[in-house]
């Protein structure tokens, strides 16, 4: 509940849907109270010009695009702040708006942003409470976050809403496996092991926030503040205390000024990678290092200049960690993606995945053909059951007279779109179906080879291999940290949900041990694998609206965090 003296401020804050401005109610954004010019006291940074260079490449503000989320520069009520930390040294939550591009290039982004986007509505618009309803839980209620055991925990209470609903954070279990390591007498089989917890978290942009702002219509406007959200969010990535952490959608003004001093104040190291172009997020992979030691950080940009199916912005990071306590063990491959969100071009989204499974099979070989640990985690905007998450678990996809729009499964409708070419991508990114570079040597024996020759060749090879042109292949067994489905109800677990959409697009897939709770079937033939000790559970659609959605009070993305432990094993 607001103090009386502050109600009337906050009915301006709950916006009409589809109003063109986050900040009240006027139907003209520029009549905002909360806009620069109409209240002179406020200090923002400017609406349009250039970021200032300190924030990495600049970028051109596109002002008559869309108003920034305009805030105050601190957030004006205390008591509906998320978390008020009591030791808040590590938590730098200084914020300022900005304005960027979306998803696609330049060229298609209106054509994308006009109806080019995520499937049926699953949810009817809401209408928002009155004012003096707006409330938000006391402080304690936000707490109560299910922690895997052999993490510092934070359990408290059960955690719920305004209305007596158990929140997000009270409903998620901890499911532990790790019983299923040890023979009848609870004795662990290895002498030595080294357990670790990884988390995938897409924690929203406020960019792309502010950009989609309509899949957003279910929120009340302060809510999708970046002052409100961000303490949210790191309280969720404190309380978690995962060893590694995979976050997408990291806006890099955000990373640096706020997410990388805070997280580094928790005892982790930090990789960034931004997206290339104008866009201002990317993907950061943060690690304990008191853990881990860093190998190798290798950045990975899906975009190539001269090829027009790779004309996209999304990126990719993988690591390779070395465990500090046990030297002899062999180093951890981390690979974190957001591949492109676009329902439609699934040809895009496997050209870039398959330029990550070649830089993990470059970084990860370790000897005779063999890979190290791999965890390979992210939002690859893609359905539990798709073509393009069946090609991960399955190690390969026939994908002769598939449609484009069939590849990732956001959509059901495919009429009228084109089938994959075969191959996908051109031979001149150098990769091969099989997912990996070609090598040098390959290359420069193809360059001696007189033209006539070549020619020859590889009409003898399009002959012959005419079945394996059209299939894929990777070299690793993953395995998926999730089920996706409910065991006892058949109901989807869902990881992202917004006004348009409730379904699983991340995952946290890794190389499993023979003996794993779920490992493939051949799996850990070419990897050293690692057990699943256990992961915190995923939820249904109906449990989150039973919340509001995503964003909430409590959980400021519109995805839910992904967490597992994981032991490897000598
Ligand atoms: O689905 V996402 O949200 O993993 O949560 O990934 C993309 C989308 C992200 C990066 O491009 O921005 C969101 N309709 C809905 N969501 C969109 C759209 C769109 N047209 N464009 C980008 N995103």
């Known amino acids: 509940m607001l103090p009386r003296h502050l109600q009337s401020v906050g009915s301006r804050y709950i916006a009409r849907a589809g109003h063109p401005c986050f900040s009240c109610t006027s139907r003209d954004f520029s009549r905002c109270p909360w806009w620069t010019a109409h209240c002179p006291q406020t200090l923002y940074p400017p609406i349009s010009g250039w970021r200032p260079r300190e924030y990495g490449r600049p970028y051109p503000f596109i002002s008559n695009q869309r108003p920034a989320l305009l805030e105050p520069p601190s957030f004006?009520?205390?008591?509906?702040?998320?978390w008020i930390p009591s030791q808040s040294s590590w938590l730098h939550t200084s914020g300022y708006n900005m304005d960027s591009t979306g998803d696609e290039p330049y060229r298609k982004r209106r054509k994308s942003q006009e109806g080019d986007g995520q499937g049926k509505k699953l949810w009817p618009k809401r209408s928002y409470p009155p004012s003096s309803d707006f409330s938000v839980p006391s402080t304690t209620d936000t707490s109560g976050l299910p922690v895997p055991?052999?993490?510092?925990?934070?359990?408290?209470?059960?955690a719920s809403d305004v209305t007596g609903q158990l929140s997000i954070a009270a409903r998620r279990k901890w499911e532990d496996f790790s019983h299923l390591y040890s023979n009848s007498s609870g004795i662990r089989w290895a002498r030595r092991w080294f357990d670790f917890s990884v988390m995938s978290y897409n924690i929203l942009s406020q960019d792309l926030l502010e950009d989609n702002s309509s899949l957003y219509d279910h929120c009340r406007r302060p809510l999708l503040f970046w002052n409100y959200r961000l303490p949210n969010i790191l309280r969720e990535l404190r309380e978690f205390n995962a060893d590694i952490l995979c976050l997408q959608e990291v806006q890099e003004d955000h990373y640096q000024q706020q997410i990388k001093p805070s997280l580094e104040a928790l005892g982790y190291s930090c990789e960034y990678k931004s997206r290339t172009g104008s866009k201002p997020d990317g993907c950061a992979i943060c690690f304990k290092s008191d853990k881990f030691s860093l190998v190798l950080a290798k950045p990975v940009e899906y975009f190539r200049r001269n090829i027009a199916l790779l004309d996209r912005d999304?990126?990719?990071?993988?690591?390779m960690l070395q465990p500090k306590t046990w030297k002899e063990a062999t180093a951890i491959c981390v690979a974190n993606t957001h591949l492109l969100y676009n329902?439609?071009?699934?040809?895009?989204?496997?050209a870039q995945l398959a330029i990550l499974l070649a830089e993990i099979t470059r970084v990860a070989q370790v000897q005779d053909g063999k890979f190290c640990p791999i965890i390979l985690?992210?939002?690859f905007n893609s359905v539990p059951g798709s073509p393009l998450h069946k090609f991960i678990k399955e190690g390969s996809l026939d994908y002769e007279g598939m449609t484009i729009g069939k590849v990732s499964g956001q959509e059901q409708s495919y009429r009228g779109q084109r089938i994959l070419s075969i191959p996908i991508w051109p031979k001149s990114l150098g990769i091969t179906q099989q997912c990996v570079y070609e090598s040098r040597e390959e290359k420069r024996e193809e360059g001696e080879l007189k033209e006539a020759a070549r020619k020859q060749m590889e009409a003898q090879r399009e002959e012959v291999s005419k079945g394996d042109e059209s299939s894929l292949q990777h070299h690793f067994c993953l395995s998926s940290v999730y089920s996706h489905v409910f065991p006892d109800t058949g109901m989807p677990e869902i990881t992202t949900c917004h006004s348009k959409s409730a379904i699983t697009v991340d995952y946290i897939f890794y190389s499993a041990a023979r003996n794993d709770v779920f490992s493939q079937p051949g799996g850990a033939v070419h990897c050293n694998g690692l057990q699943l000790l256990g992961r915190l559970s995923l939820l249904t659609e109906r449990d989150l609206w039973s919340v509001n959605g995503l964003p909430n009070e409590?959980?400021?993305?519109?995805?839910?965090?992904?967490?597992a432990r994981f032991r490897l094993e000598l």
């Open 314 to 319: 999304n990126v990719g990071l993988v690591l």
């Open 149 to 158: 055991a052999s993490t510092q925990p934070v359990v408290k209470g059960e």
């Open 377 to 379: 985690c992210g939002d």
């Open 554 to 563: 409590t959980n400021s993305s519109d995805h839910l965090s992904l967490l």
């Open 76 to 82: 004006p009520w205390p008591s509906l702040l998320p």
């Open 343 to 350: 329902p439609r071009r699934g040809d895009i989204k496997l």
